[in-house]
């Protein structure tokens, strides 16, 4: 399993990692991430050739992620490193 991290400009660390799930009809076309760091989860699902690139866009994915179970803008943990 390939696991990518990027250290983020609040040095907070998250790796990024396959999740075995992903939309049966998506399956060629896109993966589904793990995106975690210190107890917090996001999720995001993109185009496999997005991930599967020679260098990926970490912070890209990472600013389009939403935690675990939400949605965007809706049931969102708090990040403490906005408002900053």
């Given at each position: 399993?390939?696991?990518?991290?990027?250290?983020?400009?609040?040095?907070?660390?998250?790796?990024?990692?396959?999740?075995?799930?992903?939309?049966?009809?998506?399956?060629?076309?896109?993966?589904?991430?793990?995106?975690?760091?210190?107890?917090?989860?996001?999720?995001?699902?993109?185009?496999?050739?997005?991930?599967?690139?020679?260098?990926?866009?970490?912070?890209?994915?990472?600013?389009?992620?939403?935690?675990?179970?939400?949605?965007?803008?809706?049931?969102?943990?708090?990040?403490?490193s906005e408002g900053r």
């Open positions: 399993m390939t696991i990518r991290s990027y250290t983020a400009p609040d040095g907070r660390t998250w790796d990024f990692r396959l999740r075995p799930e992903v939309r049966q009809e998506e399956a060629d076309t896109h993966v589904t991430l793990l995106v975690e760091s210190l107890g917090s989860v996001r999720v995001i699902s993109c185009l496999r050739s997005e991930w599967e690139a020679s260098a990926p866009d970490l912070a890209g994915l990472l600013a389009r992620a939403v935690p675990v179970g939400g949605s965007r803008g809706i049931g969102a943990e708090s990040d403490p």
